[in-house]
Nanobody, 118 residues
């Protein structure tokens, strides 16, 4: 089994910054991608950023959010700057790869709440 745990959420004022962390652990052979999603109340979940095995990253929130990855620690970070109230959401981490058993896995964390408010 592969476990995914996020941390780093909280309450921040508009214009502030937060850094989210997501660590994958367990029976991991290789990781293909690590991605951040968010879901605001009453809205559909959306992809925020993704880091693939090749190192490429894509963003739905360009310019303010930066994804980075520590392959040795199976950890991905999301640096969020200039946060706005519309960034308020539950941020979840999704990790996909191959387990030691040779089977593919696609695991989600429990999510971390980010609230941007004055």
């Amino acid at each position: 089994q592969v476990q995914v745990v996020e941390s780093g959420g909280g309450l921040v004022q508009p214009g502030g910054s937060l850094r989210l962390s997501c660590a994958a652990s367990g029976s991991i052979f290789s990781i293909y991608f690590m991605a951040w999603y968010r879901q605001a109340p009453g809205k559909q979940r959306e992809l925020v950023a993704i880091s693939t095995q090749s190192g490429s990253s894509n963003y739905s929130v360009k310019g303010r959010f930066t994804i980075s990855r520590d392959n040795a620690e199976n950890t991905v970070y999301l640096q969020m700057n200039s946060l706005q109230p519309e960034d308020t959401a539950v941020y979840s981490c999704n990790v996909g790869g191959t387990a030691q058993s040779g089977t593919a896995f696609n695991s989600w964390g429990q999510g971390t709440q980010v609230t941007v408010s004055s």
